[in-house]
């Protein structure tokens, strides 16, 4: 499981490249692991990488506001903190892929005096990023749980679509998903709500 989590191919995510929910950004590929059973507390939040570019206050605060809707607490001293959860967040790519579609000619013709239509395959290549985000939870050095999430992108900027795998992990926070699951979600317009359904 835990070699599982360390990395989600893109390709794996091209399975569901059909999905208008995908290609807008909005499923999330998440999988989950937790040794045992956690108690929320405070924590310590720190940073595995550079995220260069990445406006990362405005980030660690959404972070920090799904966090506390599980219960956990955030302390900005890392002495007396319960747990030490270190997030990453990256982007690879880009990817091309393949589309095609079906479309009418602007002419057609008669056929045993019918008219018929004529269709002809169309080809488009769409280049697309995958953006991945992981939260692992740590106490006294060891290994508690840990959260990744995948999702594809149009733009490789960090600080575009992170609200959408912040949602996406969020009912995965110290729990084991088993599998990989795929959660989407959608962004209301008017409130800036996210909501998040197993799909």
Known sequence: MLKKLAYLSPLALLIFQGCTSLMDGHLVAVDSHATKTVQAGTYY??????????????????????????????????????????????????????????????YGGYHS???????????????????????????????LWRVKGHVQAETPDLNQDYQYLISGISNYIDQSSGKVVYVNVVKNSKTGDYTATKW
């Not at 302390?75 to 479309?103: M, R, W």
């Open 45 to 106: 939040l720190s940073s595995k990488g550079t995220e260069a570019g990445l406006q990362k206050q405005t980030f660690e605060n959404s972070l920090q506001n799904m966090l506390a809707s599980k219960g956990y607490t955030r302390t900005f001293v890392n002495k007396g903190a319960q747990y030490n959860i270190v997030y990453d967040y990256t982007v690879t790519g880009p990817f091309t892929t393949e589309e095609k579609f079906s479309v009418p000619e602007t």
């Open 113 to 143: 005096g019918l008219f018929e239509e004529t269709w002809y395959t169309n080809i488009h290549y769409v280049n697309y990023f995958v953006k991945a985000l992981s939260l692992s939870a740590y106490a006294n050095n060891v290994s």
